[in-house]
């Protein structure tokens, strides 16, 4: 698929998707959104692609928010719709199938850090600056940043966050959980494609439900998610992975997984 507002590549099953508008830092406009929906949509059935990496160009932003310019225009009914879009775009990439991890390379504001936060794993480096300012706009986050951010950090940090508009920096938001490692940027996109290999090395059925899991956690009581815990349990002991995993550990050789079809993921 050609794009001209991000760039992709494979290598070795992994995918890197980087938004590429570094003089905006990235801002998402309506093609950015478009074309990340049209990408993921194809990524999420593409059997070459085990893991992806999200990431922004250049060295100062992941993404630094939706595109200001294209707010201005909104009223109650398009902007409910322009947030809903969002949000099933969000979700999209939340929901692959697969782990997409964010390596932030920068500023990561308002859409940026609720499109990081649609991403399984999130990696940053030294310099990046988290922040929902969409209160300095006189609007909220609308891409799923209340929900999200409250679930990831907790409710009274995500209110602090949303309400002052304050930005942190990375050594923060590893402190309070919103990112799981900070490295120097010379180092993210090494880093995240370690963390990608060595998930890409894993069976990917066992990977696939894994996601499916955790992800319900946002939605479930603990003996709901227990419940389809139990049921994808059961799923993953009638694979072919699962009689060659727990093989290999006892014949004490490396396991040969099977690679799925995503048709259905
Ligand atoms: N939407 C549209 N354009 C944006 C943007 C956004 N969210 N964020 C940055 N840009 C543009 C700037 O307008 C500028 O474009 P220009 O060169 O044509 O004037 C360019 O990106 C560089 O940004 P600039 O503000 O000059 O960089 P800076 O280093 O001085 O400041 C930020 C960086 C991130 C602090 C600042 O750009 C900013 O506050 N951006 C908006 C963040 C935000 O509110 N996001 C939530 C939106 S809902």
Redesign the pocket.
Known sequence: MTCQTLLFSVNSRIATVTINRP???N?LNGQAKSELRSLFTEIKTDNTVDVVILTGAGD??FV??????E?TVLNKETGREFSSKGQEVFDLIENLGKPVIAAVNG?A????CELALACHIRIASENAKFGQ??V??G?IPGYGGTQRLARLIGRGRAMELILTGNQIDAQEALRVGLVNKVVPQADLLNTAMAMAQLIAGKGQIAVRMSLKAVNMTAESTLSEGQEREASLFGDCCDTADFKEGTAAFLEKRKPQWDKPTFKNA
Do not use: S, W
């Not at 630094?64 to 310019?69: C, H, P, R, V």
């Open positions: 003089d905006k830092l801002a100062k932003a630094a928010g939706t595109d200001i310019k707010l500023y504001l308002g859409g940026g300012p969409e300095n706009l609007i």
